[in-house]
């Protein structure tokens, strides 16, 4: 009996609405063109070039430029600022890694597109603006020898910042942001800057001081041991590459090896330290305030050691310390220096293999060297 009731339900919804299959699976016959076989012709008006995210692998999808062909600068493709990896990790006094720190954060840089980099916060797109930023890959480090590889990175740079730049009715000497690499690298970033900009100011975003005596840390057991990402900026300091007393730490947090030793070393080494729980009585606000005060208005490196944020928010690093920054709180911080001269930064230990799923700590050190490279748009230097 009911099945004889339903029966003229049933034929009414049959004639409400009629099923029509489209001709080739999946693809409604709604004037949609359906999906060609290979061996039949491609229609040229299907457009590859529209915001691709395709190719290979750059920094935010930025062109690549083999910096380091033996060419003339005729020949070569011009830029303002170059983005260059130094993958190097064998200075590290924790877990290594880093070497594959570049990679790791060109893949973190892969949702950021030129195009589409309007700031919410500063309504600026620093991709569009006066500077030509390129991407130069990796310097070619060999990975047996800290020696010559830290000489091979500086010669990258030196090659990178001798072309001519291509908007130099602003400024003739293009700059570097760099992508670690344990921290290093940035001891040959610095090697290469006094060529152009002499002496700077250091600010230096970390959860180690990295002041440490070579012949303490390292140097005990060999000279060559003694150039290490715990070092680099005593050793900075010693080749007189960084001012006496006006460059900065900030995000201090680990122990240190004595009560006062240390800090002495690192007051005659031209720092100033600003301490990661120091946000909980200044803000934001408050540290920006003494980092531009302290660098004041020299040129100035930035350079950022992912472990400046707390493990929660940049796990892939080699040494991690608890008790460290927001990605958000870094962001406003960097953010708030605009105004300085900065001619060069770097991101460093990015160690990949330590992140999780979801590229934490990938994306966190791409959106660093964005803003990295907005303040160096917004304020050009001149050599």
């Known amino acids: 009996m009911r099945v004889v009731l339903l029966l003229p339900v049933l034929a009414r919804l049959g004639l409400a609405r009629q099923i029509v299959f489209p001709p080739v699976a999946a693809i409604a016959a709604n004037g949609q063109v359906p999906l060609r076989g290979l061996d039949e012709e491609i229609e040229d008006d299907v457009d590859l070039t529209t915001d691709s995210v395709g190719g290979l692998t750059s920094f935010a999808h930025l062109p690549y430029v083999p910096c380091f062909a033996p060419k003339a600068d005729e020949e070569i493709e011009k830029y303002d600022i170059a983005v260059l990896g130094a993958p190097f990790d064998t200075a590290t006094s924790y877990r290594p890694g880093a070497r594959f720190g570049p990679h790791g954060i060109r893949d973190g840089s892969r949702r950021i597109r030129g195009p589409h980099s309007w700031s919410i916060y500063s309504k600026r797109n620093w991709f569009a603006e006066w500077a030509k930023i390129v991407d130069c890959g990796d310097a070619p480090l060999t990975f047996v020898d800290n020696t010559v590889a830290l000489k091979q990175l500086v010669k990258a740079h030196k090659i990178i910042s001798a072309r001519q730049a291509n908007n130099v009715s602003i400024a003739k000497t293009p700059r570097i942001l760099m992508l670690g690499g344990d921290h290093t690298v940035t001891l040959a970033a610095l090697r290469s800057t006094i060529d152009h900009w002499g002496v700077v100011n250091v600010i230096h975003f970390d959860s180690h001081i990295d002041t440490w005596n070579p012949h303490v840390n390292g140097g005990g057991v060999t000279e060559y041991?003694?150039?290490?990402?715990?070092?680099?900026?005593?050793?900075?300091?010693?080749?007189?590459?960084?001012?006496?007393?006006?460059?900065?730490?900030?995000?201090?947090?680990?122990?240190?090896?004595?009560?006062?030793?240390?800090?002495?070393?690192?007051?005659?080494?031209?720092?100033?330290?600003?301490?990661?729980?120091?946000?909980?009585e200044i803000g934001t606000k408050g540290i920006i305030q003494k980092l531009k005060k302290r660098v004041g208005e020299g040129n100035v490196y930035i350079t950022v050691d992912i472990d400046t944020l707390d493990p929660a928010f940049a796990p892939a690093t080699g040494t991690a310390e608890p008790g460290g920054w927001s990605t958000r709180e870094l962001l406003t911080i960097l953010d708030g220096l605009s105004g300085l001269k900065v001619i060069g930064g770097d991101v460093v230990e990015v160690a990949p293999a330590y992140d999780n799923a979801g590229e934490t700590t990938s994306l966190a050190a791409a959106e660093v060297a964005r803003s990295l490279i907005g303040l160096m748009v917004q304020v050009p230097v001149v050599a």
């Open 225 to 280: 041991a003694s150039v290490n990402h715990g070092t680099f900026l005593h050793i900075a300091h010693e080749e007189g590459l960084i001012s006496n007393d006006s460059s900065i730490h900030a995000g201090i947090r680990a122990p240190l090896g004595t009560r006062q030793r240390d800090y002495d070393n690192d007051v005659e080494c031209g720092f100033d330290i600003i301490t990661a729980r120091d946000i909980d």
